[in-house]
T-cell receptor, first 113, second 114 residues
Framework: QQQVKQSPQSLIVQKGGISIINCAYE??????FPWYQQFPGKGPALLIA?????SEKKEGRFTISFNKSAKQFSLHIMDSQPGDSATYFC????????????FGQGTILTVHP | SQTIHQWPATLVQPVGSPLSLECTVE??????LYWYRQAAGRGLQLLFY??????ISSEVPQNLSASRPQDRQFILSSKKLLLSDSGFYLC?????????????FGQGTRLTVV
């Protein structure tokens, strides 16, 4: 019940294309869903986050879509660039859990020039 | 602004040797602190978290322990390393009482047990 399932494991996109990464959860107590971006040898960095009271959040080229009834959320990267090549993690947590994050397994994104 | 420091960046240790990884946070007080481990090609697994000095909670049984001797210092230790302890260890913090509960990560320590 604590799992967050992420797909695909890897993704190859051409420059300018749209990258889409999907996550699903089961624990309805989750109320905060951040996405992290990680470059090789570095710690994950917070990219964008959403709460279940909104269905979409956009920051620049990055958009989170949230479907509360389906318990699914996704990250869309518009106009993907080679510099976006990294590993992306979805995560979930809930108020009262002391900020403990449950992570998806990660998606390795490669954007070809 | 808040910063998190984690060291060393890389470490190669023989099986059976002790381990001490240190993490400090600057620019905030009473943070929640975490140790995560990332196995190769896999997600992040929470090992320990702390909500205050001397308060440590373990999420998974293992060969490791954690301590928080000061408000903004978090230490990951082992008395005798196993081969299976190899991995990428990440320290993180979040703001105590924050509604957003977002965590901020250090740069990680690559531990190889040989």
């Amino acid at each position: 019940q604590q799992q967050v399932k992420q797909s695909p494991q890897s993704l190859i996109v051409q420059k300018g294309g749209i990258s889409i990464i999907n996550c699903a959860y089961e624990n309805t107590a989750f109320d905060y869903f951040p996405w992290y971006q990680q470059f090789p040898g570095k710690g994950p960095a917070l990219l964008i986050a959403i709460r279940p009271d909104v269905s979409e959040k956009k920051e620049g080229r990055f958009t989170i879509s949230f479907n509360k009834s389906a318990k699914q959320f996704s990250l869309h990267i518009m106009d993907s660039q080679p510099g976006d090549s990294a590993t992306y993690f979805c995560a979930a947590t809930y108020w009262g859990s002391y900020g403990k994050l449950t992570f998806g397994q990660g998606t390795i994104l490669t954007v070809h020039p | 602004s808040q910063t998190i420091h984690q060291w060393p960046a890389t470490l190669v240790q023989p099986v059976g040797s002790p381990l001490s990884l240190e993490c400090t946070v600057e620019g905030t007080s009473n943070p929640n602190l975490y140790w995560y481990r990332q196995a190769a090609g896999r997600g992040l697994q929470l090992l320990f978290y702390s909500v205050g000095i001397g308060q440590i909670s373990s999420e998974v049984p293992q060969n490791l322990s954690a301590s928080r001797p000061q408000d903004r210092q978090f230490i990951l230790s082992s008395k005798k390393l196993l081969l299976s302890d190899s991995g990428f260890y990440l320290c993180a913090w979040s703001q105590y009482g924050s509604l957003n509960t977002e965590a901020f990560f250090g740069q990680g320590t690559r531990l190889t047990v040989v």
